[in-house]
């Protein structure tokens, strides 16, 4: 089983950007999916994009076009998401995510704050 490990996150202004990055650690195997959840204090996490081994991506309906998640080919076992105009609505801690078909597991967390 992998471990995930994020960075990236920080302090932005509204309208702003951030990129996040996941590293897995061992190797993984078989189809898989990897993706961003984030959790907003006091709220559920949701997901927010996930993109496969076969590098089919879905997002969230309020990325509203604002979020890209990739997976280079280099380097199978890091993912990215790169946010763009940041909303204080998108401030939560964003996790890491990998599912295969033996096991999930979730990153640490890193912290997103908007805000002016």
């Known amino acids: 089983q992998v471990q ?16 996040l990055s996941c590293e897995a650690s061992g190797s ?11 959790q907003a204090p006091g709220k559920s996490r949701e997901m927010v994009a996930t993109i496969t081994s076969t590098r089919t991506s879905v997002y969230a309906d309020f990325v509203r076009g604002r979020f890209t998640i990739s997976r280079p080919y ?21 996790y890491c995510k990998i599912q ?16 002016s």
């Open 74 to 94: 280099a380097d199978d076992n890091a993912v990215y998401l790169q946010m763009n105009s940041l909303e204080p609505d998108d401030t939560a801690v964003y």
């Open 100 to 115: 295969t078909r033996e096991y999930e597991s979730w990153g640490p967390g890193t912290q997103v704050t908007v805000s």
């Open 4 to 19: 995930l490990a994020e960075s990236g996150g920080g302090l932005v202004q509204p309208g702003g950007s951030l990129t």
């Open 28 to 38: 993984i195997f078989g189809f898989n999916v990897m993706g961003w959840y984030r």
